[in-house]
T-cell receptor
């Protein structure tokens, strides 16, 4: 398996609190992504990064922010958690070549109560 | 942006039968089409992919076909086994530009009945 680790693996938080999820890679891949997975929606891109301090929005970015201060770490922050953000969050990494696969982390199950 | 549609959303087959999952994409610039398998509670993992300059690719019991003109691609699993039961996702990616992100279909829950 590619060296990609997400933390925490499970989290329960209250509505209105900020939450930060961490993705750590040891592959030195340029591209990192955050997806959320919900029944019937597949994997939807929240934000992605194409280098240190270089990030951009995906299709479901409202209510989320990201930061990448080092190649190996990509943080996803829910600024003020809402129940609609209850989901499974996956980080993925990719070399970013013309047609290279994405490797996924184990996922983080987040419940907002 | 790219839009990927996947059908069916659920599929049940008898063990030993074949299973086919179909995807269509909207952006003619897309040129990389991977398929991921996700077992219950696990991460998605790549099982096969195809580039736009290839029409078909096989790997043992799994094959993928691509029709660029019609903008659709399909996953074929032959001689299905219970361990093939999982959710399968198709995806599409285009190379140019800085994005290089995958757009996924909504997934197909495949159940292989013993």
């Amino acid at each position: 398996d590619a060296g990609i680790t997400q933390s925490p693996r499970h989290k329960v938080t209250e509505t209105g609190t900020p939450v930060t999820l961490r993705c750590h890679q040891t592959e030195n891949h340029r591209y990192m992504y955050w997806y959320r997975q919900d029944p019937g929606h597949g994997l939807r891109l929240i934000h992605y990064s194409y280098g240190v301090k270089d990030t951009d929005k995906g299709e479901v970015s409202d209510g989320y922010s990201v930061s990448r201060s080092k190649t190996e770490d990509f943080l996803l922050t829910l600024e003020s958690a809402t129940s609609s953000q209850t989901s499974v969050y996956f980080c993925a990494i990719s070399e970013g070549g013309r047609d290279t696969e994405a490797f996924f982390g184990q996922g983080t199950r987040l419940t907002v109560v | 942006g790219e839009n990927v549609e996947q059908h069916p959303s659920t599929l049940s087959v008898q063990e030993g039968d074949s299973a086919v999952i179909k995807c269509t994409y909207s952006d003619s610039a897309s040129n990389y089409f991977p398929w991921y398998k996700q077992e219950l509670g696990k991460r998605p993992q790549l099982i096969i992919d195809i580039r736009s300059n290839v029409g078909e690719k096989k790997d043992q019991r799994i094959a993928v076909t691509l029709n660029k003109t019609a903008k659709h691609f399909s996953l074929h699993i032959t001689e299905t086994q219970p361990e093939d039961s999982a959710v399968y996702f198709c995806a599409a990616k285009k190379a140019p530009g800085s994005a290089r992100q995958l757009t996924f279909g909504s997934g197909t829950q495949l159940t292989v009945l013993p």
